[in-house]
């Protein structure tokens, strides 16, 4: 069964098809531009869940052979521990255009939905002057208050070496040292007083506007969602730290045929453009961009002024260290 065979498939398909996602803003976006279009497509009813990626979940209902999510909506570094550890079904290409996508989306348990950054994202109702850099979310004194970071080493830890003068260029190989680790927890020591964790995505414009945080690492569809709603979020694209989230489907789905339908579905160009018309992720399929007006495209993360100061998020170093240090950020965090 290919990817792509779907896209004619107008059949109804029995029972519903569960699609798990990271909820908020980037849910709605997909319920209007692929779960709604594709039961109206094929009438198999799309019951949309959410997760904050934790592959333990993951692992058990494989491991028990108890699952009962279908698709699923995976960050890269975990997209490819899973595949290595047999969490997720290999998807056939046979019938798919891959050069239509995006380098780097197509991987072989899984295909990128969209092109997303996070960045670093401030209120401008509440800083007298505006944040340039990583370096300028270290320094308490000219911008006080308190900041927001993700919960977990990814993407923190990058973040930290940015601050003290890592070009993004030298990121990875800084932090595959043991004295690139030791310095980027003790940029977290000096910051660790005035950091409110966040753990969803749907908290740093939260915590942007009520003023709990005067500046948060943030998603940056998220924080475009806040504007297109009134609220004077700004995102600084200096130093934000791209990737994908890539559609896959957990080894031993019960719907198999309706998950590989659905991922066809949601790579169309046209259905895509709708998606990156709800929130500011750019689309994996590079037929859709043109599908987008210039001001649309310009928001994006993968417009190339945007892009061209950002750090690509290394999906191989994050399959090596990421359980190592995981670990130690929890027990550094517990502290």
């Not at 993951?58 to 698709?71: I, Q």
């Not at 506007?209 to 995102?235: C, F």
């Not at 169309?268 to 689309?283: D, F, H, L, R, T």
């Not at 495209?297 to 190592?324: C, H, M, R």
């Amino acid at each position: 069964m290919a990817v792509a065979a779907a896209c004619s498939a107008s059949v109804a398909l029995a029972g519903d098809l569960t699609v798990i996602s990271f909820g908020g803003a980037n849910k709605d976006a997909q319920e209007k531009a692929y779960y709604a279009p594709f039961t109206k497509a094929t009438g198999v009813n799309v019951v949309g869940g959410e997760y904050n990626g934790e592959m333990a979940k993951v692992k058990a209902m494989v491991d028990t052979h108890s699952v009962s999510w279908d698709v699923l909506e995976v960050e890269s570094p975990e997209l490819a521990r899973g595949c290595d550890e047999g969490l997720f079904e290999k998807l056939d290409y046979s019938k798919l255009n891959k050069s239509d996508f995006v380098p780097g989306a197509v991987q072989s348990c899984g295909i990128g939905i969209f092109v997303w950054s996070t960045v670093l994202a401030y209120n401008g109702d509440k800083l007298k002057s505006a944040p340039t850099s990583w370096k300028d979310f270290w320094d308490v004194k000219k911008f006080p208050g308190k900041r927001g970071l993700r919960k977990g080493a990814k993407y923190t830890l990058e973040v930290a070496l940015m601050a003290d003068g890592v070009a993004p260029k030298d990121v990875y190989k800084v932090l595959a040292t043991p004295a690139g680790q030791d310095r980027a927890f003790k940029m977290l020591d000096r910051l660790k007083p005035n950091i409110q964790w966040w753990e969803a995505g749907a908290q740093p414009p939260q915590y942007l506007v009520s003023g709990d945080v005067v500046m948060s690492s943030a998603y940056n569809g998220r924080i475009a969602s806040s504007q297109k709603e009134g609220k004077n979020l700004k995102i600084v694209w200096n130093g934000g730290m791209y990737d994908f989230d890539s559609w896959a489907i957990p080894k031993g789905s019960p719907n198999k045929d309706a998950a590989l339908k659905f991922i066809a579905f949601a790579s169309k160009p046209e259905n895509q453009k709708v998606y990156s018309q709800q929130i500011a992720y750019g689309p994996s399929n590079k037929k859709a961009i043109g599908l987008l007006s210039k001001n649309e495209a310009a928001a994006l993360p993968t417009a190339p002024q945007n892009i061209k100061s950002g750090l690509a998020v290394d999906v191989a170093f994050w399959a090596d260290y990421g359980e190592s240090l995981e670990q130690r950020f929890n027990a550094w965090a517990a502290k």
